[in-house]
């Protein structure tokens, strides 16, 4: 009989551990959801900062080579034209050149 009892009280005891190991962990409040994105956000400055500086280097050093400025007057000239041909006075071809942004890989967040 004392056997039982063990036998008993031992599987209780696992089946507790069972379903309390079963549970879901409760879902966090939205102000703890803030806190750990605020928290994500703040650890990633430091490398986006770093990220935009690459960038911005690698476009300033694109920019100072002879060949891209002769590339950029090439692209203008042709657009011109193009305008031209398409029956705008010089006039308006020349204001929609110097409206038109220059090809870019990435398009900035205007």
Known sequence: MH??????????TLSSLAFSQSLPSPKPSPEDMQKMMDSSMVSMLPILGRMTEVHLEAQLNVAARP??????ATFKKNLFD?????G??????LQMVNLTAL???AQSGK
């Not at 060949?67 to 950029?72: D, K, L, Q, S, V």
């Open 82 to 86: 193009a305008l031209r041909r398409k």
């Open 88 to 93: 705008f006075t010089a006039e308006q071809s």
């Open 103 to 105: 090809p870019a890989a």
């Open 67 to 72: 060949e891209t400025a002769e590339r950029i």
């Open 3 to 12: 056997r039982h009892a063990i036998v008993f009280s031992a599987l209780c």
